[in-house]
């Protein structure tokens, strides 16, 4: 079946063009001038022609960090499961994600993918691929990275942070990353020093600091530079190719940046939270409230959100992904006396295009970096380009037509997450999508969600093409 996309302005990575874009089942036929002998044809002949007058035609939203149902702790699970999440995704200009098999210690890598295949299986309303977390470094854990690869799961996740349950020493985040260099594969680093967080937050405790904001004030941004900085550096000595996840503050990105300038291959993404959210307004508040706004690097102040936009302009920044962990309120109340054991993370994976639409109109970021660092970086650094990431003949078809002049606010009564709260409450966002198609099948069709589960698949990836 032919679906015509007329009369919209396609937004690539080098600027907006007005151009009809062409469907043929699930990849895209042709992108044509329009009012061409093509395009007319090609409308004349079409199943259905969609009328983006006035609207951007993007290509879909890659969201390169999410958990859903992601089981953090006995007690508490991350509320969007595979068929939530990947609907909400969708309704905020998302058409593909990817989340993390995780290996806990004492666990197989086999099992970990096995299992994480099985919960999204039939669940997906769009296409996903999945990352490795790696909690367990060993000979046998490294050994079986080398099928990981072929299966599709190009890119693995050690943290610096979380000692006793994810943490890895530099011993072997090193001996991990010379692993990676061998296969080509995309090292990906929570970037905080856990071991020095652990001892500040037991002393915050252990003196009656246990509210929320000292979730924030035990988790400096200087540790989270210097852990950027030792990562680098191993980085660097086995030569792999390193992305620092969810970075959110001034210091860790000026480490960022000085790793590129010595022309590693260092990319780094941020997250709206950290261009929005402060420690100040979210986290230093009273209960509950406090407790919706903990996530793991914390919210920081007003300051650094300036350094983040900037750069997300200079392309120090890369990439925008969500780092999409929401739990609701009474899993949240886990940690009502004691910061430590409420479970990390927010909820943002329907609202990462219109917040950072919003900064495009507020002068914060171009255009064309709008789409470059929701969907067309995120595609090339994992493997996911050129069938994600563009709107080009032969790419997938995963469109979305977004109009950029409808306001609307954001809030729990209105988002599709299944959460109860929303921390983006009463912000005013401009832009929204219109319709989303995801390899040509409709999944919003003009603000109405005709998606299921079970549409979306897994995507094996590549290796990127954007490593020097
Ligand atoms: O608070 C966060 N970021 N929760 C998700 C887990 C992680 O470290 O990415
Ligand atoms: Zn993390
Ligand atoms: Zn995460």
């Known amino acids: 079946m032919t679906i015509v996309v007329r009369g919209g302005s396609v937004v690539s990575t080098s600027g907006a063009t007005p151009a009809d874009v062409v469907i043929d089942g699930e990849t895209i036929a042709a992108v044509l001038a329009p009012g061409s002998p093509m395009a007319i ?55 593909t994600v990817i989340d993390f098999a995780g290996q806990l210690a004492g666990m197989h890598v086999r099992d970990a993918i096995d299992e994480r295949h099985a919960e999204a299986d039939g669940q997906c309303v769009i296409d996903y691929g999945f990352h490795l977390s790696m909690g367990d470094v060993h000979d046998a854990s490294l050994d079986e990275m080398d099928a990981v690869m072929d299966e599709g799961i190009t890119s693995f996740k050690y943290f610096m942070a979380y000692p006793g349950a994810w943490y890895s020493d530099d011993g072997k985040l090193l001996r991990a990353m010379q692993r990676a260099a061998d296969l080509g594969a995309m090292v990906m680093m929570h970037a905080e020093n856990g071991i020095a967080i652990d001892v500040l937050r037991n002393q915050a405790v252990e003196a009656g600091r246990a509210e929320p904001v000292w979730h924030g004030r035990t988790r400096p941004s200087r540790l989270e530079g210097e852990a950027v900085h030792r990562a680098a550096a191993l980085a660097e000595i ?42 100040d307004e979210h986290l230093d508040r009273e209960g509950l ?32 992904a969500t780092d999409h962990c929401p739990f609701c309120d009474n899993e949240k109340l886990l940690g009502v006396d004691d910061f430590r054991a409420t479970p990390n993370g927010l909820g943002s994976i329907e609202h990462r295009m ?63 997450m299944n959460l109860d709260h929303s921390v983006w409450e009463g912000v005013e966002v401009t832009g929204q999508v219109r319709s989303v198609l995801s390899r040509g099948t409709f999944v919003i069709d003009d603000r109405s969600f005709v998606g299921r589960a079970g549409h979306g698949r897994f995507v094996p990836r590549g290796v990127s093409d954007l490593f020097v």
């Open 41 to 95: 044809a090609a409308a004349d002949g079409a199943a259905r022609v969609l009328d983006a007058t006035g609207c951007y035609v993007l290509p879909g939203g890659v969201d390169a960090h999410v958990h859903l149902q992601l089981p953090m702790s006995p007690d508490a699970t991350s509320s969007d499961t595979f068929e939530t999440g990947t609907a909400a995704a969708a309704w905020g200009g998302t058409t």
């Open 354 to 416: 219109d917040l950072l639409h919003s900064g495009v109109v507020t002068g914060q970021l171009g255009l064309s970096r709008w789409v470059e660092t929701c969907s067309t970086t995120p595609a090339r650094l994992f493997g996911l380009y050129p069938h994600k990431g563009v709107i080009a003949p032969g790419s997938d078809a995963d469109i979305v037509v977004y109009d950029p002049d409808v306001t609307h606010t954001l809030g729990a009564e209105t988002h599709h």
């Open 289 to 320: 409230d406090g407790l919706r706004a903990i996530c793991s690097p914390p919210l920081r102040e007003h300051h650094h959100h300036g350094s983040l936009w900037q750069g997300l302009r200079h392309d120090d920044l890369a990439v925008v």
């Open 238 to 279: 086995a030569g792999a190719p390193l992305y620092i996840v969810h970075l959110s503050s001034a210091d860790a990105l000026e480490q960022v940046r000085w790793a590129r300038n010595r022309g590693q291959n260092v990319f780094a993404e941020t997250c709206p939270q950290y261009l929005y959210l402060t420690i």
